[in-house]
């Protein structure tokens, strides 16, 4: 009777893999690496703890799998080659605008990988932080180059490359934490609305452009000035 009980809850190899994996992406989410278990994460998966180790032969290639079931997108390829197309044509909003989307959509998407990657950053964890370093450090030296090339253009200020990059990250993830992390109250606005609307910040500040009043009032300053001027 034990046995019939086995088999019929007995999963394809694939399967439990599978569900070994998003078990322990929650563990990993909640606990970090150093806080969680094999053991916690065969039971909150209702299998024994051996039965991991057919899979994954340590809790690091565990680890591992996770940040690359959930790294590496499907549709990353796509996402590049839309942008590539955005610096082509110097499409500055376009590259920028991007990027912050892309940011935006994985808190969205996949907020408990967010969360894994924030504990491997505070635990130090050299395996989490390779892992990240393998996957966007390309992605950042594309946009670094794209930077670089628009300022000896002139489209963009003449400051430190890294700081642009920074600021550009900063404020999607930011806006990801305090929204999917930190669950505070967001804005009714969409992501692609909020994408825009920080483009648009990154490129043109918050300041207001001068009304024409202001303006007329500039070029009719020095014109009445000269006028004394020629008087006096």
């Known amino acids: 009777m034990l046995n019939e009980r086995t088999t019929q809850h ?10 070994l994996l998003e078990v322990a992406l929650n563990a990993f989410s909640r ?12 039971a909150a998966a209702g299998v024994a703890e051996a039965v991991i180790f057919q899979h994954f032969p340590s809790k690091e290639a565990l680890y591992s799998a996770v940040l690359e079931l959930h790294l590496g997108t499907s549709d990353e390829q796509q996402w590049i080659e839309e942008v590539s197309a955005c610096m082509e044509r110097n499409d500055d909003e376009g590259v920028f605008g991007s990027f912050i989307r892309r940011i935006l959509n994985s808190y969205r998407c996949d907020p408990l990988i967010n969360r894994v990657i924030l504990f491997a950053a505070l635990e130090g964890h050299e395996q989490g932080l ?4 393998k996957e966007f450090a390309p992605i950042f030296e594309k946009f670094m180059e794209y930077i670089a090339r628009r300022q000896r253009e002139g489209a963009l200020a003449d400051c430190n490359p890294h700081s ?12 990801g934490l305090i929204t999917q992390i930190f669950r505070a109250p967001s804005p009714r606005i969409s992501d692609e609305e909020m ?8 490129l043109h500040g918050v300041q207001a452009p001068p009304s024409s009043e202001e303006e007329n009032g500039k070029t009719q300053k020095p014109a009445n000035e000269s006028k004394r001027k020629a008087k006096d």
């Open 10 to 19: 007995r999963m394809p190899a694939a399967d439990r893999q599978r569900q």
């Open 31 to 42: 606990r970090g690496f150093k806080g969680t278990t094999t053991k916690e994460i065969a």
């Open 130 to 133: 390779a892992r990240m370093q």
């Open 164 to 175: 642009i990059m920074i600021g550009l990250g900063g404020i999607a993830h930011q806006y």
């Open 195 to 202: 994408a825009q609307l920080f483009t648009r910040i990154l």
